[in-house]
């Protein structure tokens, strides 16, 4: 089964900084798809950016960017300049490419913006 | 497009009754999936559906968890007996199969169920 790893539960950030978030996930398959969500107080699922395995150049959405590491099954995300409506909790999450199977989900990390 | 709708946002009942949480997923989209969070196990799945047609529901906790699927723009969630520890978010998520846009699956706002 597969399963993702959100290792840090809280991480903090000074407004205007960088801040990157750490996941890890295991899988036997070969293709799929990677995502973070992120999850503001209103509990509304947002999607933030996704990156398909078999694409080695790593994702950017604006001020959010994903470092990929696929042998060592590593997705990380970095946030630039920092907002303080980036303040949510963020979800990694996992997805087969085969077929329209569901998402699996880490724990979340917290996020807090100082200003 | 109104995105994924689910009723009621807030339920609030008391244990032994019955609840049924509602989703209309968007318009056009054949799959359709129920995730729980709560702050002990996060997100889980529960149940989902391609085309109406229930794929997985090993995620389901027990039988007093139900869903159905009668048409491609609406499913419910229904627990009977509710109890305290089914108090959770429960969330809705529609994605479109098979295309090269498929792999995102769009959320609802969730459901807060508390069961006293």
């Known amino acids: 089964a597969q399963t993702v790893t959100q290792s840090q539960p809280e991480m903090s950030v000074q407004e205007a900084e960088t801040v990157t978030l750490s996941c890890t996930y295991d899988?036997?398959?070969?293709?799929?798809?990677l995502f973070w969500y992120k999850q503001p107080p209103s509990r509304q699922m947002i999607l933030v950016i996704r990156q398909e395995a078999y694409k080695q150049q790593n994702a950017t959405e604006n001020r959010f960017s994903v470092n990929f590491q696929k042998a060592a099954k590593s997705f990380s995300l970095k946030i630039s300049d920092s907002q303080l409506g980036d303040a949510a909790m963020y979800f990694c999450?996992?997805?087969?490419?085969?077929?329209?199977?569901?998402?699996?989900f880490g724990k979340g990390t917290r996020l807090s913006v100082i200003a | 497009d109104a995105g994924v709708i689910q009723s009621p946002r807030h339920e609030v009942t008391e244990m032994g009754q019955e609840v049924t949480l509602r989703c209309k997923p968007i318009?056009?989209?054949?799959?359709l999936f129920w995730y729980r969070q709560t702050m002990m196990r996060g997100l889980e799945l529960l149940i989902y559906f391609n085309n109406n047609v229930p794929i997985d529901d090993s995620g389901m906790p027990e039988d007093r968890f139900s869903a159905k699927m009668p048409n491609a723009s609406f499913s419910t969630l229904k627990i009977q007996p509710s109890e305290p520890r089914d108090s959770a978010v429960y969330f809705c998520?529609?994605?479109?199969?098979?295309?090269?846009?498929?792999?995102?699956?769009?959320f609802g706002p969730g459901t807060r169920l508390t069961v006293t």
């Open positions: 318009s056009g989209h054949n799959s």
């Open positions: 998520a529609s994605s479109l199969r098979l295309t090269v846009a498929g792999y995102e699956q769009y």
């Open positions: 999450a996992y997805r087969r490419r085969s077929g329209n199977t569901p998402l699996v």
């Open positions: 899988t036997s398959e070969s293709d799929y798809y």
